[in-house]
Structures are given as structure tokens and as C-alpha cells.
């Protein structure tokens, strides 16, 4: 098969020939004297870098459209891979397997809320997917402990954002959607992990996270603890504006949450 840059060349230089030769013996038989062949091959130049324009705008746009579809396609292909590598991770923390998965939907459809849109929402379904990749590197007698964890337990668990920053950072794909897995643990007052990170010195995309984590956790039974009612979620989530969460965050949460909450179970992620 051509390459489409062979292809491409191809084409001009088939064009430009035939466009020589044809427009040569053209004017030869149409024109005698030298001014006027003079002017018809001036003209016919000119003619000629119109059309051999347009004819590239018209292979090179073709081109990108086929570079396009296959930079899709393996987006795409990526993305799948991140959605069951995370299930697989979200079922070892004996969780259901889709947690991940619910908060990815809801936290793109609150960022989209916020006004944020393309890339920026590409990278927050990213991060969001990826947020507790680092707990791989968490023994599970400290990950799936039934009951409280006790001091040097947690220390070790607080790890897991620096765990995944290290892991995602050499991955040029993943390195935009580094702020929620490192930063969604971060608290408005100040009193979250790894960096205590206070207000607006905590990623948007990390504050906007950190209010759909929180949310749906409550509503699952984890090893830990029993699943809370929703209306018991939703409350303490309120309660929770201008001291772990972010007020403005909290207050769009609220006002649109039953969109919200149906986007948890929409097939699409991105």
C-alpha cells in the first residue's frame, strides 16, 4: 500500500506533468505570434499555481482527515485499555467494579457545569479514571483492612497520590491529567494529603473531584464502613462547603444534582 505522503507526491507530480504538456501543445496550437504566447504562458503560470493549490489544500486535508481518524481510534484504544485496567483495580480494593467508572461520568458532567470543555474534559475523565491508580503500590493488609487504620497504616496509605503522580508522570498522554489522582485527597481547609494544599491552591480539577468522590463512596458499603442513605450523603457534602470541599463546588453539585447523579450510569466517559 502507498504511503499517503508517496501518494500525495504522486498525485502533484502526475498533475503537474499532464498540466505541462496539455497546456504546452494548447497554446501552440492556438498561438502564433511571440507576445501572444508569451502572455498565454504567463497567464497559464498563473493558472497553474491556482490549481496546483488547490489540488494540495485538497490532498493535504485528506491526509489529516486520515491522520485524525487514526489518532481517534487509538485514543480510543488507550481509554478502553485505562476503563478495564481500572476495573480490575477497583474489584482488587473490593469494591464493585464500577466506582471508577460513576465518578468518571459525574465528575466530567460537573466540570462541563463549570464551563469546562474539549481537552480539558478529555483530561479530567483521565484523571478521574486513573485517581486511585496508585493504591497498587498499597500492601493489601493496609488497602482492604477491615475497621480503622492505625497510624503507621495511614501514613502508608497517603502514599497512594504520590504513587500514582510517579507512575502517570513519564506517561506523555496521562501527565495533563495528573491533578486528580495526585490532589483529590487535598482538603479546602488545608488538613488534606500529600502537599496540604489549601482553597484555590488546590487544582480545579482535583476540588471538582474530590465533592463526586466523597459523594459516592458514602454510598457504597465498603470493608470499612456501611453504605450511608443518600439523603445522609447529599447533607454532609453540603455540611462539608468551606471545609474539605470547595463552596462554589459544592453549590453547583447541588443545584444540578439530579443531572448529576443520571450521568453516573451514561455509557460514555468522554
Known sequence: MIKPYYRTVF??????????????????ILF???DAIILAQSLKGFAFVGCTSILLLLLVRSDLRR???????????????LQGWVQVMDIRHNETGVHSLRVTRMTVKLASLMGLAGDDLTHIARGALMH?????????????????????????????PVIARDLMQDIEFLKPSIDIPYSHHERWDGSGYPEGLKGAAIPMAARLFAVIDVYDALLEE?????????????????EQAGILFDPQVVK???????????????????
Not at 491522520?67 to 485499555?81: A, G, M, P, W
Open 222 to 238: 465498603r470493608v470499612y464502613k456501611k453504605a450511608w442513605p443518600e439523603d445522609k450523603a447529599v447533607r454532609y457534602i453540603d
Open 132 to 160: 486511585d491508580t496508585g493504591k497498587v503500590g498499597i500492601p493489601d493488609a493496609v488497602l482492604i483492612k477491615p475497621g480503622r487504620l492505625d497510624a503507621n497504616e495511614l501514613k502508608i496509605m497517603q502514599q497512594h
Open 11 to 28: 498525485i502533484y507530480l502526475l498533475f503537474a506533468s499532464l498540466w505541462i504538456y496539455f497546456s504546452d501543445s494548447i497554446v501552440a
Open 32 to 34: 502564433r505570434s511571440t
Open 67 to 81: 491522520i485524525e481518524q487514526v489518532n481517534h481510534k487509538l485514543r480510543k484504544s488507550y481509554d478502553q485499555t
Open 252 to 270: 453547583l453539585f447541588l443545584d444540578h444534582y439530579q443531572e448529576i447523579k443520571v450521568a453516573a450510569n451514561q455509557p460514555s466517559l468522554f
